[in-house]
């Protein structure tokens, strides 16, 4: 099969599985197997792509998130190894690491802490972005620590991982930032979460035990749809300052900050 007719019948099948941007998919999955970037297929279009491309169509139609099926995933500057072990780093993330950036643009040398690190994303796009910085995560998943690591180890990004909750919250930082667990049901959510670790989807109450456990200067949280009001009240009540909500792109209000 050519480019063109396999680049039209994913399309076809991502469609009728229901994922919701098919095209774009279809472009990344063929790109992929190609060896190529998605605008550069169409410079291929006759070319001949081999058996690889099934496999991996076969597993987006069954709604395992395409991050996870192409193995890598970019997020901001970074491309990060992604895999069931970890959460798939999203846009929204990225505003967080950019209220992060923006509250310690005037602090040298910040010691940050990042709280359920996951594949990395957050602490090494800071590390990424400020050198200077000490960065730390943690996570109570081993699994999910040892996917940073390799990330760590490929990017050539120095963070210090341990594996741990809250406590080391209590050390003393400039900032700690955390995208904690809070998804109270799958139930109606798309079918791709079904295979994402569900310790580091599911839960209730960890922004508020981040909050009061943390002794930290700037404090920055990721939350779902609909919570950011409470949180911002959660922080207040816990002596934070300049309390802020910033929305993501969707315009949905995704992250909540304060000061102590």
Known sequence: MIVRDALR??????????????????????AHVAGTTRSGIYAQLDREVDGALEPLLRRRESREPLAYVLGEWGFRRLVLKVDERALVPRPETEIVVERC??????????????IGVGSGAIALALKDERPDASVTGIDVSRSALSLASENAE?????????????DAAR????LVVSNPPYVGSLEGLQPELRYEPEE??????????????????????EVGAGQAGDIADALREAGYEDVRITA?????????????
Do not use: C, K, Y
């Open 171 to 174: 050390e003393g930082w400039d």
């Open 248 to 260: 993501d792109l969707a315009g949905i209000d995704r992250v909540v900050e304060g000061r102590r």
């Open 200 to 221: 580091a989807l599911i839960g209730v109450g960890m922004h508020e035990a981040i909050a009061t456990s943390a002794a930290t200067r700037f404090l920055v949280l």
């Open 154 to 166: 490929r990017l050539g990004l120095d963070v210090d991982l341990r594996e741990g909750s809250l």
């Open 101 to 114: 950036l923006g509250l310690l643009a005037d602090t040298p040398s910040p010691r940050v802490l990042d």
């Open 9 to 30: 019948d994913a399309e076809q099948r991502l469609a009728a599985a229901g994922v919701d941007t098919p095209r774009v998919d279809a472009e990344l999955l063929v």
